[in-house]
């Protein structure tokens, strides 16, 4: 080699991934479909600091005072309203997309620490129900095993708008996962490549889903409460549509958002990041003076009990969660490196959720995969990891001064970045400069 | 015994606990003008007799009982029905029946657009029109119509059967027409006797899914390539 010669240069524009993709699409012809979340550079919460006490606030004891997790959803209609113990709830994930034993794990690990788990595309089995204590019924436009048994069994609804990973698009759930049990449950033939309805069949606006949801009310006579979950594309224009429909808890699920199977170009391409649209619901929630009285579930790429802090610093009551809580489950483990690297990937990295084949058992109807994953094992890693993120919350809180984890607000924030300044609408660090709202430095 | 509600004195919310309360009996209900979710999430074997029109979810998830509408509906008349009837004597809006499990419903005049849409195995009857979108992504059960159906009838339809006596303003994406074999006439006749319509079986056609758009059809060029290298070399 001469010392003229350039080194092998990467494209910016056509990196290794872009041009193996345009392959497999010239292949194949179909687009791909895949599971996680997005997967490229986003704002994230990482982006904000908390400042903690100082000079001018006082910090509370990290180990001894009191710093309360607890919430309640639904006092204002509902009869039982849900009874949190602490802020982090587990996302709607299907039956269908994840195996038996990864409900009853999920359900297991929340229950243990007083939290809800969420039915989802599929319908409602009776082993999850069993095993949480809190059940979340998802309502979802392909109504896939509404059972109104079911409904009343629920401890709440949740009415599915969309989904992070996919704002303005339908479930979908690949052929080898449609097993005898998963087509008897939604009515659908074995082994098709099922498309759930991307818009609900009997309501199409605001104006109808305020009816849709005294129906749902009418018949659970009222008892529990009913939540809306909205993928976030127009955060501020769908909270204030979603209180005028009569939510008792809005869930904004932003772009970071895992899936079980979706488009990769939805999952990369559309919605806006969970930092851009916790502030934009809350502003909505206070321009109509209903903040912490409808409540705020913010989800997306949570991952720590930071991520969670500054959730609800920012404004919201709750945040759920889907990845974390199935890679506190097993999820890509390093353990089952051989099998990933057999599957053409590696632990860390492995994101077919749609095929059905995760050595971890989790996001997969084959019953010898699922049986690999023990239920009251898993559940205790996830009881645990619900743990951390609580204590770690809690602790942040603490420094900056709050008996509960409720008071942190934006105060106690400062961005990293201008982006994370503008999206947050908190100070760039350093700085009393918000972007588009102050022109002070 | 017959238990009259009067919707101009007593609130949807105290009749509805009184039917979800109630195990058996009949019931009859006045002046609904048009409330919505009258006798929705009924559960039990009773008679349910409404004098009037309804408006939006009217016997919406319903299991069990008979409900006889004396009047029109609005969007979603027996939605989500599971087992029981449902008959109205006039007209049904948008998305009556949408995904019932199970279960009659019959609509004596015509339904609006997206009737039966992703119906999971109700039988829907109607003795008139259906409007667009009827139909779509259905299921399974039978939907037979006595009149004609509007645009893009059966849509992305999966094992439903759908049956037309009229004219078809046009099927949509994977729906075709399918030969009517004894089993659908014998079933045909069964569903027009249950619904009261009068009707001969053999002047309806029978619509269905091609079960084209079930799958993911993916090129594979790259295997074509190589197993042709191979079958040269
Ligand atoms: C395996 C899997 C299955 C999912 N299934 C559903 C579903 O049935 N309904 C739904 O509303 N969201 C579904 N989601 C999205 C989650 O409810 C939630 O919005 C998302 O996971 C939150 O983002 P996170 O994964 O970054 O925590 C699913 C997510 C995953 C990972």
Redesign the interface.
């Known amino acids: 080699m001469t010392s003229h010669q350039w080194a092998l240069r990467e494209s910016y524009t056509f990196d290794r991934n872009v041009i193996a993709e345009i392959r497999r699409a010239a292949n194949t012809g179909v687009y791909r479909i895949r599971g996680f979340g997005a997967k490229r550079v986003l704002p994230t919460l990482d982006d904000l600091v908390f400042l903690g006490a100082s000079m001018s606030r006082y910090p509370l004891e990290g180990y001894r005072e009191a710093c309360a997790t607890d919430v309640i959803i639904g006092e204002r209609t509902a009869e039982n309203p849900v009874k949190l113990d602490i802020p982090i709830t587990i996302a709607g994930m299907s039956f269908g997309s994840l195996s038996a034993e990864a409900k009853e794990a999920l359900g297991r690990g929340a229950s243990s620490v007083g939290t809800s788990t969420t039915t989802g595309d599929g319908g409602m089995t009776q082993e999850e129900r069993g095993h949480s204590s809190i059940l979340v019924y998802q309502y979802l436009p392909s109504r896939y095993g509404m059972n109104p048994d079911d409904l009343r069994q629920a401890d709440a609804i949740e009415v599915v708008v969309g989904q992070g990973a996919k704002p303005g698009g339908g479930g979908m759930l690949l052929g080898q996962k449609i097993t005898e049990r998963v087509a008897g449950m939604r009515t659908l033939p074995e082994g098709i490549d099922q498309r759930s309805a991307s818009r609900h069949p009997d309501w199409t606006g605001p104006d109808d889903l305020e009816i849709k949801i005294t129906q749902l009310r009418e018949v659970v006579d009222w008892k529990v409460p009913v939540y809306i979950k909205i993928g976030a594309a127009r955060p501020y224009y769908d909270t204030t549509l979603a209180v005028k429909a009569g939510a008792d808890a809005i869930v904004v699920d932003g772009m970071q958002g895992g899936t079980a199977a979706t488009q990769d170009v939805f999952i990369e391409h559309v919605g806006i990041p969970t930092i851009a649209a916790i502030p934009e619901a809350v502003r909505a929630l206070e321009d109509l003076g209903m903040h912490r009285d409808v409540k705020l579930i913010a989800a997306g790429g949570i991952r720590s009990g930071a991520d969670v802090a500054k959730a609800l610093a920012l404004g919201a009551d709750v945040v759920s969660i889907g990845t974390a809580a199935l890679i506190a489950i097993g999820d890509n483990s390093p353990e089952r490196e051989d099998e990933y690297r057999e599957l053409g990937s590696s632990a860390g990295y492995w994101e077919d959720y749609q095929d059905g084949t995760d050595p971890a058992g989790i996001t997969t109807q084959d019953p010898e995969l699922s049986a690999r994953l023990d239920p009251v094992i898993a559940g205790r890693r996830l009881a645990n990891y619900l743990q951390v993120l609580t204590l770690e919350a809690q602790t942040l809180a603490r420094a900056c001064g709050k008996s509960h984890v409720h008071n942190l607000d934006t105060e106690d924030l400062a961005a990293l970045t201008v982006e994370a300044a503008a999206m947050a609408g908190v100070p760039l660090a350093g700085t009393s400069w918000v972007p588009g709202r102050s022109d002070r430095y | 015994m017959t238990a009259t509600f009067d919707l101009a004195s007593s609130s949807?919310?105290d009749l509805?606990?009184a039917l979800?309360d109630a195990d058996r009996g009949s019931f009859h209900i006045a002046n609904p003008r048009g409330a919505?979710?009258v006798a929705?999430?009924i559960?039990s074997e009773i008679a349910v007799q409404i004098d009037g029109s309804v408006?939006?979810?009217c016997a919406?998830?319903h299991?069990r009982g008979a409900v006889h509408i004396y009047g029109n509906a609005g969007?979603?008349l027996a939605?989500?029905i599971?087992s029981g009837s449902v008959h109205i004597t006039g007209n049904a809006t948008?998305?009556a029946g949408?995904?019932g499990?199970g279960g009659l419903l019959v609509i004596e005049g015509n339904a609006g657009a997206?009737c039966g849409?992703?119906m999971?195995?109700v039988d829907i009857v109607v003795g008139g029109h259906v409007g667009h979108m009827t139909a779509?992504?259905a299921?399974?059960g039978d939907l037979v119509v006595l009149g004609d159906a509007a645009e893009d009838l059966g849509d992305s339809i999966?094992?439903a059967r759908l049956f037309v006596r009229g004219d078809v303003a046009s099927l949509g994406a994977d729906c075709v027409e399918k030969e009517m074999r004894p089993e659908h006439t014998e079933r045909l006749t069964q569903l027009l006797e249950a619904s009261g319509l009068d009707a001969s079986p053999a002047d309806f056609a029978r619509y269905g899914s091609a079960r084209e758009l079930?799958?993911?059809?993916?090129?594979?060029?790259?295997a074509e390539v190589a197993a042709a290298k191979g079958a040269t070399s």
Do not use: C, L, W
């Open positions: 949807v919310r509805n606990q979800h919505h979710a929705a999430g559960t408006g939006y979810y919406g998830m299991q969007t979603g939605e989500n599971m948008m998305s949408a995904t499990h997206r849409i992703s999971k195995g779509f992504m299921q399974a999966y094992e079930y799958n993911f059809h993916p090129d594979d060029i790259d």
